[in-house]
């Protein structure tokens, strides 16, 4: 069993910065692959970023020179470095990690809200 959570959430102002944090417990040895999503109001749960356990990164075109995702393998904690914020970018933030033992099974944090303001 794994389990998540998130922090770093909070409001800003567009252009501003924010840096989130995942920190994950339990048998975190099952973990490969982590990311970052995000669900805004009316919206669709979407993938922001992704990082394997060998630091290789992926994000979504609308984030893509602005956001930074991390991790920290011996702190079992990935990040996510959100900079020149937009209104657009307000949501709330989901951790997720992928077991590679569990064959099909993934595992959610609760989220964290961001909101940034015009």
């Known amino acids: 069993q794994v389990q998540l959570v998130e922090s770093g959430g909070g409001l800003v102002q567009a252009g501003g910065s924010l840096r989130l944090s995942c920190a994950a417990s339990?048998?975190?040895?099952?973990?490969?692959?982590m990311g970052w999503y995000r669900q805004a109001p009316g919206k669709q749960r979407e993938l922001v970023a992704t990082?394997?356990?060998?630091?290789?990164?992926s994000y979504t075109d609308s984030v893509k020179g602005r956001f930074t995702i991390s991790r920290d393998n011996a702190k079992n904690t990935v990040y996510l470095q959100m900079n020149s914020l937009k209104p657009e970018d307000t949501a709330v933030y989901y951790c997720?990690?992928?077991?590679?033992?569990?064959?099909?099974?993934?595992?959610w944090g609760k989220g964290t809200l961001v909101t940034v303001s015009s």
């Open positions: 997720k990690a992928d077991s590679v033992i569990l064959a099909g099974v993934n595992y």
């Open positions: 990082i394997t356990r060998g630091q290789s990164t």
């Open positions: 339990g048998s975190t040895f099952t973990i490969d692959r």
